[in-house]
Antibody, heavy 122, light 107 residues
């Protein structure tokens, strides 16, 4: 069964760091571009990071550029998101998600994790 | 950035009826760069439709998508109680990819 299990969410103070993880199973992880998508309370879904299947290409929206870093370890089927200099507006549920097409950057998602909650508050 | 506006915000219907959710883009997207997701409370989103009208694997044919340009529609025929959920559209034709604000469907 194909599955993504995301974890690492916590309550953290503004300015601090947090690292999220997503473990994939049931499919060949190395073939797929992967994403982090978040949803702040009462707001719409927002992508926060994209990494190509080979890890060579990464994209971030302006809201997190320079603060968040996406990475992958194909030997451990793990996707990570390092979040630095956290702000209150980074509060939300963070989901890892898989591109629907192997190797392609189609930018829509056919498998999602259940989400991990990040709360940035003093 | 493409803004996606979904309507209505909430759709309350009875079992067996047809539900229609609209997604309007702030600029032209072309015919195919829209996906639709269903999200039930406490669960991960599930891909329903991609390419505006193609059903994802395992999705019943009660779910259909249509539209092009700036106006897209998700239609759910013969509504069932388990269709109660939030529904989101997403565009992937122009960077950055963006999502609609969601429609709550109550059965």
């Amino acid at each position: 069964q194909e599955q993504l299990v995301d974890s690492g969410g916590s309550v953290v103070q503004p300015g601090r760091s947090l690292r999220l993880s997503c473990v994939a199973s049931g499919f060949t992880f190395s073939r797929f571009p992967m994403y982090w998508v978040r949803q702040a309370p009462g707001k719409r879904l927002e992508y926060v990071a994209i990494i190509s299947h080979d890890g060579a290409t990464k994209y971030y929206p302006d809201s997190v550029k320079g603060r968040f870093t996406i990475s992958r370890d194909d030997s451990r089927n793990t996707l990570s998101l390092q979040m630095d200099s956290l702000r209150s507006e980074d509060t939300g549920v963070y989901y890892c998600a898989r591109d629907a097409v192997p190797y392609g950057g189609n930018w829509y998602f056919d498998l999602w994790g259940r989400g991990t909650v990040v709360t940035v508050s003093s | 950035e493409i803004l996606l506006t979904q309507s209505p915000g909430t759709l309350s219907l009875s079992p067996g009826e047809r539900g229609t959710v609209s997604c309007r883009a702030s600029d032209e997207l072309g015919p195919t760069f829209i996906a639709w997701y269903q999200q039930k409370a406490g669960q991960a989103p599930r891909l329903l439709i991609y390419g505006a009208s193609s059903r994802a694997a395992g999705i019943p044919d009660r779910f259909s998508g249509s539209g092009s340009g700036t106006d897209f529609t998700l239609t759910i025929d013969r509504l069932e109680p388990e269709d109660s959920a939030m529904y989101y559209c997403q565009q992937y034709g122009r960077a950055p990819l963006t999502f609609g604000g969601g429609t709550k469907v109550e059965i």
